[in-house]
C-alpha cells in the first residue's frame, strides 16, 4: 500500500522558517505530480505550490519569493523550504500525489497533515 509521511511542521515566530517533508512509501513505480496544499480554520484548501516528475515548479502569488518546493526522486520524498513566514501562513499543510503503483495503477494520494503555526 502506498503512503504519504509528512512532518516538520510546528509553532514559530513571524520571519521565522520551518522545513517540510513529505515521504511516500510502499509499492510505488513512479511519483509523477507532487504538491503541497494548505488549509486555514474556515478557509478553503489551497495549492501552495507544485512540482513536476521534470523538476517544474509553481507557487501561490502570496508564497513567492518565501518558499520553495523541492523532491529527490530517489527518496521519494517531496520538501517545502518556508522562509519568512507570516501568520496569514498558519495552516494545516498537506502533501500530495499522484502515484504509479507497482501494478502500474495510477491514483492520487493525501499525507495526513501537519500544523504550521506563524505567531509571535
Do not use: H
Request: charged share 15%; proline share 2%; net charge positive.
Amino acid at each position: 500500500q502506498v503512503q504519504l509521511v509528512e512532518s516538520g511542521g510546528g509553532l514559530v515566530q513571524p520571519g521565522g522558517s520551518l522545513r517540510l517533508s513529505c515521504a511516500a512509501s510502499g509499492s510505488i513505480f513512479s511519483i509523477n505530480g507532487m504538491g503541497w496544499y494548505r488549509q486555514a480554520p474556515g478557509k478553503e484548501r489551497e495549492l501552495v505550490a507544485g512540482i513536476t516528475s521534470g523538476g517544474s515548479t509553481n507557487y501561490v502569488d502570496s508564497v513567492k519569493g518565501r518558499f520553495t518546493i523541492s523532491r529527490n526522486n530517489a527518496r521519494n520524498t517531496m520538501y517545502l523550504q518556508m522562509n519568512s513566514l507570516k501568520p496569514e501562513d498558519t495552516a494545516v499543510y498537506y502533501c500530495n500525489a499522484d502515484i504509479t503503483g507497482a501494478g502500474l495503477s495510477r491514483n492520487t494520494y493525501w499525507g495526513q497533515g501537519t500544523q504550521v503555526t506563524v505567531s509571535s
